[in-house]
């Protein structure tokens, strides 16, 4: 997966949550359940060190907790590779 794409899916999800009440992102929660689809070709979470970088880069700590309802192994190490830096 390239850095790029993992660094915009992380800003457009950060965005998103962060505009909305989380009830109100039925589309988010379409475009986050797509990605962490471990079929999808888009799958995000084959490099969590990029995800937790961008995780980092925009703030968007909310999302490794919206991770955890899709792939609660992969939310519980973002959360170590984030605290690492």
Do not use: W
């Amino acid at each position: 997966m390239e850095n790029h794409f993992v660094k915009s899916a992380v800003e457009v999800l950060a965005n998103g949550f962060n505009i909305h009440p989380l009830k109100e992102n039925a589309l988010l929660f379409k475009y986050m359940e797509e990605l962490c689809c471990k079929d999808n070709t888009l799958y995000l979470l084959d490099d969590l060190e990029a995800v937790a970088e961008a995780i980092r880069e925009y703030d968007a700590y909310l999302l490794i907790d919206l991770i955890s309802l899709y792939d609660c192994k992969a939310a519980q190490q973002l959360d170590i590779l984030v605290l690492e830096d």
